[in-house]
C-alpha cells in the first residue's frame, strides 16, 4: 500500500456555477478506485497557509471577474505566496475557470503567480465559456480523477 497523498481543491464561486465545476472535481478526485489520496475542498477565503502545506497537489478554480481570477482566489493566493514560497516547489497543479468571456486574463494571472511559487502544470486549463455545459462538468471530474490518480501512483 502506498503513502497517503493530500489534494487540495480551492475555489470561488459567487453564481453557483464554479461550485459546481468544484463539486465535479472533488468527485472525480474521490473515485473508488482511488485510495490514498485525501480530499480537501475549500472556498477561497476559508483556505489558507496551513492548507497549501498540508497538500502534495493543488487544482485551482475561479469564475473569471473582469478578465481576471476572482478577488478571493487571489486573496488566497496573496496569502499562501510568501510563507509557502520555497515550500511547495514543484507541487503538481491545475486550474478550472467558468469564464463569461474567453477565460484568457483570468488563466494568465494564475499562471503567473502560481509560476513564483514554482508550482508544476500537470494539466490544461479547463475553460467553461459561455452557456454551462455538462460534457465541461464531465472534464472537471476527469481533472479530479488524473490528479488524484497520479498523486497516488507517484507520477507528479
Known amino acids: ?77 496573496d496569502q499562501v505566496y510568501y510563507p509557502c514560497q520555497d515550500k511547495v516547489s514543484g507541487m503538481p497543479y491545475a486550474l478550472f475557470v467558468r469564464a463569461g468571456n474567453d477565460g484568457s486574463g483570468a488563466i494568465k494571472s494564475i499562471q503567473r503567480i502560481v509560476s513564483g511559487l514554482n508550482l508544476k502544470q500537470v494539466h490544461e486549463p479547463i475553460l467553461m465559456c459561455g452557456d454551462f455545459d455538462e460534457q465541461q462538468l464531465q472534464d472537471c471530474e476527469e481533472l479530479g480523477m488524473l490528479l488524484a490518480a497520479g498523486l497516488e501512483a507517484g507520477v507528479f
Open 1 to 77: 500500500m502506498s503513502e497517503n497523498k493530500q489534494l487540495l481543491i480551492v475555489y470561488h464561486s459567487q453564481s453557483g456555477s464554479t461550485t459546481r465545476m468544484a463539486e465535479a472535481v472533488e468527485t472525480g478526485a474521490r473515485h473508488p478506485d482511488i485510495d490514498n489520496v485525501e480530499v480537501r475542498r475549500l472556498d477561497a477565503l476559508a483556505a489558507g497557509v496551513e492548507d497549501l502545506l498540508w497538500a502534495d497537489g493543488l487544482i485551482l478554480g475561479t469564475p473569471e471577474n473582469f478578465g481576471y481570477m476572482s478577488g478571493a482566489l487571489k486573496h488566497f493566493l
